[in-house]
């Protein structure tokens, strides 16, 4: 059985199965040295509906270490640091992504500071030595982000590849890009990492050393909104082989750590609030902030207004969106003296991207940035969270995330002091070697095998 999309005629990914009775569930024996407290947990599942990155573009060694990013790995960590030999002991950490907290938020009735800091003591109550916020993550990423286009913009008559920019914080769409689209849209990814490599570049890097930890005596878990970001963290490129060592070593969606607390039969409501940590030793966060950008981490909107002060003087104080097709692609645009200067784009869903990519293909494309996403309306719809139990869009359950979400107060990436030192104190300044080394990767064309225009989206 394969996904409609599929033009493969065998299907290396692990298929939706609607009926819950064939779930697959793992039944741990009581006499396995790694005991599991639970006695069921899911397997992790990626399916082609939900990664989208489909067309058999995972091999079988990366199936395997994705299926093994679930619940039960967190409990293996956990079940390691009770045994006596303290040399295999590890130091636990999660990270946060902050478009997961709206969803426990509205799931359990609470703010979403009170789920910050609830899923914070629930983790903590399992054993977790450390939880953090992965938005000084994002403050990275964004700022790089800004840079990079700025560079590309002013060499754009020198540079082939110069423009379009498009974002690379997606791994769906990186993954679909590299994979599929290859050479004609790989030189256009902006090579700033994603916030949760970045994040793990912070708790495997600076965290670590702050600590005297070496990064393998580190296990760094992220709780993300997607399953797509469990493939991203198998990445070679985000891989120490000194210390044979992953920036993030299993990735956790929002709703299996909900399945966590319905096996222990915990509500959020029941759990004792605690704060979450920050990388900067005893010093706690005091209220969640995000991005400008209603559903993602608003890479469009800081860029656009970055870019109009940087290249044209011009302070742009509220962005006006104009509707395409759908509501799921939108452009933005900046007019100087009956000029139109700049020309963004968000592209939400891959059918959205076909038709962008389409168009860059034809030589017809207008737009100097495009934020790409893989899932239709942005990070919140994650297919990790906001879904119902048989799979399908929850959308009271979106609405009220979207609505807390935007509730959240914004933060500029520039005005984060502890950014601003690790740049001095971590990175050796804001152009340094180390910057390129720590905050930027780059993006291949792999091995194409079927014409990608050819995907009925």
């Not at 891959?350 to 990070?379: D, S, T």
């Amino acid at each position: 059985m394969k996904c409609e999309n599929c033009t493969k005629k065998e299907c290396s990914k692990k298929q939706k199965n609607d009926d819950k009775q064939n779930a697959s569930v793992d039944t741990l024996s009581s006499n396995d040295e790694e005991k599991n407290e639970f006695h069921k947990l899911a397997n992790a599942k990626i399916f082609l509906s939900d990664c989208l990155a489909c067309d058999n573009c995972m091999t079988s060694e990366e199936g395997v270490r994705v299926f093994q990013q679930n619940q039960k790995e967190l409990f293996r960590i956990l079940n390691l640091n009770k045994k006596c030999d303290v040399s295999k002991h590890k130091v636990l950490a999660v990270s946060i992504c902050p478009q997961s907290l709206p969803y426990f938020a509205a799931k359990f009735n609470i703010s979403v500071n009170d789920a910050a800091k609830r899923l914070c003591g629930f983790l903590k109550s399992l054993g977790v030595h450390y939880v953090f916020d992965t938005t000084i993550a994002a403050d990275f990423s964004i700022l790089e982000s800004q840079k990079e286009f700025v560079q590309r913009y002013r060499q754009r008559n020198q540079e082939e590849h110069a423009l379009p920019m498009f974002a690379s914080a997606c791994p769906g769409w990186i993954r679909y890009a590299e994979r599929v689209l290859t050479n004609p849209v790989t030189p256009h990814i902006c090579t700033a990492k994603s916030p949760q490599q970045i994040m793990g570049s912070l708790v495997k890097g600076y965290f670590a050393r702050q600590q005297n930890l070496s990064p393998d005596k580190m296990f760094h878990i992220i709780v993300a909104p997607c399953y797509d970001k469990k493939l991203e963290a198998l990445r070679e490129d985000f891989y120490t082989a000194l210390y044979n060592s992953q920036d993030v070593d299993c990735v956790l969606t929002s709703g299996e750590i909900v399945q966590i607390m319905e096996q222990k039969n915990i509500s959020m409501t029941d759990v004792t609030e605690v704060a979450v940590d920050s990388l900067f030793g005893d010093i706690k966060e005091v209220d969640i902030v995000r991005h400008d950008g209603k559903r993602s981490d608003g890479y469009l909107e800081h860029i656009f207004k970055y870019a109009a002060k940087e290249l044209f003087d011009m302070d742009v104080n509220e962005i006006t969106y104009k509707a395409l097709k759908n509501k799921d692609f939108q452009e933005v645009a900046l007019e100087k003296d009956g000029e139109t200067v700049l020309r963004f784009a968000a592209a939400y869903g891959f059918r959205n991207i076909q038709n962008m990519v389409l168009k860059l293909k034809k030589g017809k494309f207008l737009y100097h940035f495009v934020e790409v996403l893989a899932c239709p309306g942005g990070c919140l719809n994650g297919k990790g969270q906001a879904q119902t139990e048989d799979g399908k869009l929850d959308k009271a359950l979106l609405n009220q995330m979207e609505e807390m979400y935007a509730a959240v107060p914004v933060r500029l990436p520039e005005t984060n002091m502890y950014v601003q030192k690790l740049y001095q104190d971590w990175l050796e300044g804001m152009d340094s070697k180390k910057v390129q080394e720590t905050l930027h990767t780059k993006y291949h064309a792999m091995n194409q095998t079927v014409n990608s225009l050819d995907i009925k989206w």
